[in-house]
């Protein structure tokens, strides 16, 4: 469902059928962690340092995490972004539909993600797919067509852009630049990350996790090891 | 389009077809602000209380305003909560599609909000009637309700409520507690009150400005007086 | 070091030698957490709510507990007020130096307080009164009221508040008003209530628990349940 | 009183008599912002970007500017930082005083800053030189070398470095890392550098200025419009 696009070279994830998340800038490593626990410029990487970050982390020492910088661009179903938004210590840059039409793409979930309503966790979903999931799919993808149908003739015939617009599905891929510190984007991955959290976001946080991991090996080490 | 319901003597404001605004709780007042500025406990409303709140606002000494907390019960249409929910200094609870099945209730617009999309501003839509807007308010309330049958039937079939969702349209009714102080409400104001914010959330600005008033007169009057 | 103030009849804890914490105002309650949980206005209290609130609590399910405010008039030793504006989901108004002469009072700490470095934890002392205590807080005195003569001598002679104020030390009594919400009281309580914290801070986290107790009795006993 | 370190190579400035604002890291540029506003990853540099720019930064577009960060090391006088950790919106790792002893440095202002009370505004000072200019800068240096003085004797028999440090005057150095978005630190830049602002936090806010002005020049020209 996600994989590294090494034919553009560049450090992108496809998620879900037209989504992505895209590592567009970083500042610091781990490097920049431990200097800002020392408070200390030119302090050099040292053997202790992967000490020093766990226990930083464990010990929730969390301003240290701060200093580390990233900015993602990302493409997902409006739904996901809704819940993507209540993380109130980012940074969004996001399409505006009043100011754009948006393209005709939206999320149709893959066969083996179409399961049953758990009944233990009133969120939930099961992970035994449904005896219907075929028909399911189909009756989801048909509705959205249409959605659509009606969101392009409604702009052909001249309805504003931010009214035609409210018959869009939630499905609708949207499209943000968003920016986080280390430690809000830890914050965001152990909800996200969480057997919990629905699958069609936790799949964002699996491709963000693999993202950063080069930058701050220790400092994701260290997480993981907490999680 | 918002009334104040003076039958349930509650402070609430009806606003659009189906939604409301209420204030739920406050703490505060005018008082609060001009002791805030004094850092003083006890000292008593004063008759140039009115000339102090005008000169902190004008002067940008944000942080009195602070001091006054408002919690508002808003239901509106998901794309005026996706604006609202760019706000990132709110508290925000908003009911969960994923835990409970959405009522079918969408936004649509009144005919003479169906107007024509601005050529001179992107992202806005003028004041003139479209001449078809008979015909696009049909439309959209078709699309509409296409869209909820298609989403009660599956989750009538046990598809789970959070991928039943995912086909639901933008302007479904969706409905949260929002808790601000009087600082980040009026930014919120000064931002959704201007003649470039969408219609559908102004009239919610509109109407929190209203239900805040009488709680702090002297503030929102210096307010108004920077509009 | 610290007691209820029972014949102001006002809601206030003395604090160290010359502070206090107040209990200025509040919004909300047990009631306005599950409320809050439940999107849903006009909710009864009900017997389980005991238990959602712990539930929620437990399970960081954070924003409900946004929907508490309280606002605290506190004054305490500048070491301490700079501690504590490191938390920065608080609002704060504090006295200015530069705008009034500050009053002549300092912490100097009582004798069982006058203990040694600790060598096992490089921030914190030991629970182990100092041999030489009595001459160290003789030391502390006299080296402030030095400082607070220079200070008066400084403002008397024309020389400005704000360039005076400098020689003043980091125990001088600072004066503000802080307000905060519920969830990110707890996450201050957990910090400076642990035994890592310093002393001096650590008595006011201990009376702003005792004064909202009264207040959200459900949630402050699952806080407690969580430490 | 501040100038570019040239012989460091280092982007740092010398500021007040000990003090220095170095840009330790940062990320983006004018064109973060522009692909920001336009949400798109490779759009590249226009011509009309700084067009766009300035037409964000003055119709309060803010979010673009939320793209780019700096890391700046700071070391400055007590009272400065107390001005500044008032700005919540960055963060910071400041030398924690429990942790380490502090090096015997503290400002004492130069001959010409040393004024007089300013009576129109409560809370400045003039331009004035203060007849006593000399005497004055003899008291605050003596002062603050007898205070060191006890300090150094108090850690010497044993104190705990947490209650030694409260004799310590508002002038003694401190040191940070604090990191901040463009946005904020334009919102700081625009307090600190009034005229309003204490002339000792002022240079740190106009080295800061210099420091970021090469990283994204059509934004800085663009601010410097609205001063």
């Not at 152990?190 to 936790?202: G, K, N, P």
């Amino acid at each position: 469902m996600s994989g590294l696009d090494t034919q553009l070279k560049v450090e992108l994830y496809h998620v879900l059928d037209h989504g992505f998340v895209r590592l567009v800038d970083s500042m610091g490593s781990d490097l920049s962690i431990s200097r800002a626990a020392r408070v200390s410029y030119d302090a050099p990487p040292r053997e202790e340092d992967g000490k020093l970050i766990k226990y930083l982390l464990t010990n929730k020492h969390t301003t240290p995490f701060e200093a580390v910088k990233f900015t993602f661009e990302v493409k997902a179903p409006i739904f996901v972004l809704r819940q993507w938004h209540r993380h109130r210590m980012w940074n969004y840059n996001e399409l505006s539909a009043r100011y754009r039409e948006l393209p005709a793409e939206y999320y149709v979930p893959a066969l083996d993600q179409i399961t049953t309503q758990s009944t233990s966790n009133k969120q939930m979903r099961t992970t035994e797919q449904h005896p219907e999931a075929n028909a399911i799919r189909k009756e989801i993808d048909m509705a959205c067509r249409e959605a659509f149908r009606v969101y392009k003739m409604l702009i052909f015939c001249g309805t504003p852009r931010e009214l035609a617009r409210s018959v869009l599905p939630l499905n609708t891929y949207s499209h943000m630049f968003a920016s986080v510190d280390l430690h809000n984007l830890f914050h965001f991955l152990r909800l996200r990350l969480h057997e919990h959290a629905q699958y069609e976001i936790r799949v964002y946080a699996e491709a963000m996790l693999k993202l950063i991991e080069p930058i701050c090996p220790l400092a994701v080490a260290a997480f993981k090891g907490t999680l």
